[in-house]
């Protein structure tokens, strides 16, 4: 018995220091790539279904047995199953205790099954109107949604939603929802939401966005509700598949997946790198410290209200020397990335939850985790694109002006191409796992004979309306002018 507890011991303290390892690689990148991949373990996403999701209900769920594992799925209440193989513990294991040894995309192809499972639980078949829908008017998209869908109206967002808009007039803007609406109002839920003038969200220098520390000045005791329904909203897209152009700090997406809300100083650096090559230096100044004159306090600007802050009690009459400094630097370092957003972290990670399991989440780091949410920055392969293009109005692959259209794109810069894509699908990222997981797939439509008029693009139904041009230097022009300014947005 003895033994057993010192190998698990052995085992927690092995593990724990290979996570450890590839969180700072995550950081620094002092690996090569693929370094991290094992050879030895052959975990597919195949594989992984037909083990851990019965056939009969389609549900799955992951529950911890101990302090690292294994890992057992369970079934719902009144399923039996058989038990798993050690083979099968240990990969489950592997995919929940140290997932970065599972390629990329495999571990993509797990979580959009385990999404798929729980889509077939929550939302079965049934016809699309028996989920939730909601009125809501363009010019006020995320006070309406904001009211429409809160937990009290709305408790479980895994439903199918069908949205219908009022433009600015407040007449129905023509259309069914019969998904695509429904994915552009997210978008433009998600861009107004996130966007720093709401208040909700800064930038730091590299543009990253992570919770505002006055937020609470702006909206009152309210803001933890704000957080919990953008949580929620993020959520639904991660839970639609849907990609949307939302670039977040490291750090706070650390602290959504991390089993503590709490990140440590490392992190600091996507947040402020001043003020962590500040604190580097601090760390190793070999002169009198105390000449530098520092306290236990940090100076908050928010606002433009200049307000000092105790990092501990009676810290004003602390002075930082050469016995403390390490104290000060993690007091810092955990004001700025801890204290000061903990109640906007810990409510927008409960809204992310009410959507998505974490644990699912926690299949990825930071990094990982903004390319689900984002996109990969990959060149835009038009071979696939193409494979995966629908045709209507008339056209067809092998129509003259579609000739002309793919060889002008064909000579597209990679910018240019971002352009199209996000003018039609309103992202400039392909889909993680290929364009075949486009939905709806991307569209050619035929936009008539009128040779003055410009390309348009209906972003809910990924479709591009392109006029009969069949001169090439005519369609180049036209295109680049409609995507440059990203015209002509209409709702078919």
């Not at 991949?37 to 052959?42: A, G, I, R």
């Not at 009969?56 to 193989?85: C, K, N, Y």
């Not at 839920?189 to 800064?202: E, I, R, T, V």
Request: glycine share 8%; with cysteine; charged share 25%.
């Amino acid at each position: 018995m003895g033994h057993r507890l010192w190998c698990q011991d052995l085992h927690v303290v092995i593990t724990n220091l290979v996570k450890m390892l590839k969180s700072r690689d995550t950081r620094r990148n002092f690996c090569p790539p693929n370094h991290w991949l094992s050879e030895q373990e052959d975990i597919r996403a195949d594989k992984v279904t037909q083990l851990y999701v019965p056939a009969a209900r389609h549900v799955w769920r992951f529950r911890r047995m101990g302090r690292i594992g294994p890992l057992q799925s369970t079934l719902d209440v009144g399923l039996e199953s058989p038990p798993l193989s050690v083979s099968e513990e240990r990969q489950l294991a592997i995919l929940t205790e140290l997932p970065f040894v599972v390629p990329f995309e495999e571990r993509v192809k797990i979580f959009q099954r385990l999404i798929y499972a729980d889509k077939q639980e929550v939302q079965g078949d049934g016809p699309f109107l028996d989920g939730i829908n909601v009125t809501i008017r363009r010019n006020y998209i995320y006070e309406d949604a904001y009211d429409k869908l809160s937990p009290e109206n709305e408790p479980d967002l895994r439903k199918r939603i069908r949205v219908h808009l009022l433009n600015a007039h407040g007449l129905d803007e023509a259309g069914i929802d019969g998904g695509g609406i429904f994915r552009e109002f997210l978008n433009e839920l998600l861009k107004s939401g996130f966007n720093p003038n709401q208040g909700f969200f800064k930038t730091t220098n590299e543009g990253l966005l992570y919770p505002n520390p006055a937020a609470q000045m702006l909206v009152g005791d309210s803001f933890a509700r704000h957080y919990y329904f953008l949580g929620r909203m993020l959520g639904k897209a991660l839970y639609e598949n849907m990609l949307v152009e939302l670039p977040f700090a490291g750090f706070f997406l650390s602290k959504l997946l991390g089993t503590s809300a709490d990140v440590d100083i490392h992190h600091l650096a996507s947040l402020d790198p001043e003020v962590y090559r500040n604190l580097l230096f601090l760390k190793s100044y070999g002169g009198d410290v105390e000449e530098l004159g520092l306290n236990f306090t940090v100076v908050n600007n928010d606002l433009g209200e200049a307000q000092v802050v105790e990092l501990k009690c009676g810290g004003k009459d602390i002075p930082v020397t050469s016995a403390n400094r390490i104290a000060y630097i993690h007091l810092v370092a955990d004001y700025r990335l801890n204290r000061q957003i903990r109640q906007h972290c810990l409510a927008f990670r409960q809204g992310l939850a009410n959507v998505l399991n974490l644990e699912w989440l926690r299949m990825f780091d930071q990094q990982e985790i903004q390319v689900l949410i984002s996109g990969a920055q990959v060149p835009i392969s038009l071979e696939d694109l193409k494979s995966f293009t629908n045709y209507s109005g008339g056209y067809s692959a092998d129509h003259p002006v579609i000739r002309v259209f793919w060889r002008v794109v064909e000579g597209f810069s990679d910018e240019e191409k971002r352009k199209l894509l996000k003018f039609v699908t309103s992202c400039s990222r392909p889909p993680l796992l290929g364009f075949k997981e486009l939905h709806p797939a991307f569209c050619i439509h035929n936009g008539g004979p009128d040779l003055e008029r410009l390309p348009t693009a209906s972003t809910c139904m990924n479709l591009l309306k392109l006029p009969e041009f069949q001169d090439e230097a005519l369609l180049r022009g036209k295109l680049l002018y409609a995507i440059e300014g990203a015209a002509g947005f209409e709702l078919s």
